[in-house]
């Protein structure tokens, strides 16, 4: 017996409902986006190794999935070192593309490629599929799609409020009331880091301040230690654990704690800049609301860092994020060119619009009437009416078979087909048409002006 087939951990298939729901978030928010101004690009969907390596620090590089070389890819492994049986020291000669682990860094490597055509400031977007080999949980796999919008060649932080407002404006267009744009900004962290003696360890410092929410408070302050941050240093960090209040008042204290670092209050600096906008602006839905924990462990971001949490009540980690680099296309050789970018992670905002029932009914249907098979010269009469119908727009179909009327109208319960059309000898010679409602059951003899009313409403 052949065995059952079975998909990788961390991917999956998806039905013609669930493409239909995943369809509705994708073009809503590519509607947000060219609103904005934004124009679309698509990258591959593997890179060079040393594009991505490198990039995302040492726990993204162990995330990103390595692609073997074709052919013989151990004949460039000698004896000596395929008997150490190193995979780290093997896996930069048996391999040399790697899945996309983001889209960020790829769109570097793009701007850097493309720089002579590009006309700057260059505001894209991009919705593909990223791959990362992480633990698959809910809301997390290894397989999934991100929705990015950037803007490179800008340092002005009315970039940071438009991104702001962005995000307001794609989750109230989702019906999606009530989630909170969280905001903190990397050179705070700097300053902090700076402040407690640990600037030397700012890399370890993020990365264990971003797992507050994960792990907790203690176990945040025995990774710092483990990573050799001193504990008069964690003792310093204590106020910002209990900082809470409304956004001017952390705003306040953080001044304070930062008055002895620039570099710290330059951050503060421009997150009042944004949130002043903001206030002024307004927002529809959402909240904005500064957190000095949020770090989001990745090596390239300088300035603003956003992370987008679900509304209060539903049980899902980030649904999007991003954040200002001031010199990520530096790694590719083109240095002083400032980006900020945001992105919605859109199978986790799939999740919660699910969890919340509030995907349109609408978004599930598709075709709107199907036609019954009675033989060739009715198919064929009836086939010249979807003609007309689909070029009025409407979805319609022939049952393909001639097959028994009760397997042609269970097909059609099956798939909530809303409307059926029976066309038989009688019907073709007096050019009408039997339409049957299968949501009430009604039926009745109508002429083509009517079927397409009817199918239409």
Same mark, same amino acid.
């Given at each position: 017996? *052949? ?15 669930? %493409? ?36 995302? =620090? ?11 070389? /074709? ?11 395929? *008997? ?45 599929? %990223? ?11 290894? @397989?999934?799609?991100?929705?990015? #919008?950037?803007?490179? =060649? ?23 009331? +009530? ?11 700097? +300053? ?25 408070? @203690? ?14 240093? !964690? ?9 809470? +209040? ?14 002895? /670092? ?16 903001? @206030? ?38 980030? !649904? $999007? +994020? =991003? ?17 900020? =970018?945001? /992105? ?27 036609? !019954?098979?009675?033989?060739? /010269? ?33 097909? #059609? ?10 066309? $038989? ?33």
């Amino acid at each position: 017996m *052949a065995q059952k087939p079975s998909i990788p951990k961390g991917t999956r298939d998806f039905n013609p409902e669930q %493409v239909a729901k995943r369809q509705y978030i994708f073009k809503t928010i590519q509607n947000v986006f060219e609103t904005y101004g934004f124009q679309p690009i698509e990258t591959p969907s593997f890179e060079n190794s040393d594009t991505l390596m490198g990039k995302y =620090g040492d726990e993204g590089d162990r995330l990103i999935f390595k692609i073997l070389n /074709s052919g013989d890819y151990l004949n460039k492994v000698n004896d000596e070192l395929y *008997a150490e049986k190193n995979s780290t020291k093997i896996t930069s000669k048996i391999s040399e593309k790697a899945l996309r682990y983001d889209l960020t860094v790829p769109f570097a490597r793009y701007v850097v490629q493309h720089q002579n055509e590009i006309e700057f400031p260059f505001k894209r977007y991009q919705m593909q599929p %990223v791959w990362r080999a992480d633990r698959p949980q809910k809301g997390r796999f290894r @397989e999934f799609n991100q929705c990015d #919008a950037d803007v490179v =060649g800008s340092k002005s932080l009315w970039q940071e409020v438009e991104f702001v407002q962005l995000y307001d404006a794609v989750f109230t267009a989702l019906n999606l009331d +009530g989630v909170t744009i969280k905001i903190n900004n990397r050179k705070i962290l700097s +300053g902090i880091a700076e402040v407690i003696g640990a600037k030397d360890k700012l890399i370890d410092f993020t990365v264990a301040l971003d797992k507050l929410d994960k792990i907790g408070e @203690e176990k945040v302050k025995e990774e710092m230690l483990g990573k050799g941050i001193p504990q008069s240093g !964690i003792d310093k960090l204590q106020p910002l654990f209990t900082l809470s +209040g409304t956004f001017e008042a952390q705003i306040h204290s953080l001044k304070d704690i930062l008055s002895t /670092s620039e570099e710290g209050l330059k951050g503060v600096e421009e997150l009042e800049f944004i949130n002043t906008g903001i @206030e002024t602006l307004g927002l529809k839905t959402a909240t904005l609301q500064l957190d000095v924990t949020l770090a989001r462990g990745l090596n390239y971001y300088t300035g603003a860092i956003f992370e987008v949490a679900a509304p209060k009540g539903v049980a899902m980690g980030s !649904i $999007g +994020g =991003g954040g200002r680099y001031d010199d990520l296309t530096g790694i590719f050789g083109l240095n002083d060119v400032s980006g900020v =970018g945001i /992105s919605f992670g859109l199978d986790r905002i799939y999740l919660v619009l699910e969890e919340l029932q509030l995907f349109p009914e609408a978004v599930n249907k598709n075709v709107k009437v199907i036609f !019954i098979n009675f033989g060739d /010269s009715e198919a064929l009469y009836s086939l010249k009416t979807i003609q007309k119908l689909r070029a009025a727009g409407v979805n319609a179909e022939l049952y393909p078979d001639a097959t028994k009327m009760k397997k042609q109208m269970n097909h #059609a319960n099956k798939r909530a087909i809303p409307f059926v059309v029976l066309v $038989g000898e009688e019907e073709v010679k007096s050019e009408i048409y039997t339409l049957k409602n299968m949501i009430n059951g009604e039926q009745d003899k109508i002429d083509f002006n009517t079927l397409l009313e009817l199918v239409k409403s």
